[in-house]
């Protein structure tokens, strides 16, 4: 009685290890899962700052309000009659 049970429990312990620790095993999926997760966490923050983007260039083409600002502060344009006065930040 001993012999079939012994090779059953065998049989058993074979087929859980390779539902475990196999090529399409549990663990494998639950650090797939993982993966999945972390990308898209970083997925999300991309989407975010193309939104940001977008809505830049959505400004950049329509309105002369976001040019202006963009050549005042980037490239340090006037208009006729302004005086441009820069004053230096302050260091720590």
Do not use: C
């Amino acid at each position: 009685m001993r012999w079939p049970t012994a090779v059953l429990v065998a049989l058993l312990l074979l087929l859980q290890y390779s539902l475990w620790f196999g090529k399409g095993g549990w663990l494998r999926v639950w650090n797939m899962e993982r993966q999945l997760q972390a990308q898209r966490q970083v997925n999300l923050k991309l989407e975010q700052r193309n939104a940001g983007l977008e809505a830049e260039v959505h400004d950049l083409k329509t309105g002369y309000e976001a040019i202006e600002e963009r050549a005042r502060y980037e490239l340090g344009l006037i208009k006729p009659g302004e005086i441009f006065v820069e004053v230096p930040k302050k260091r720590r």
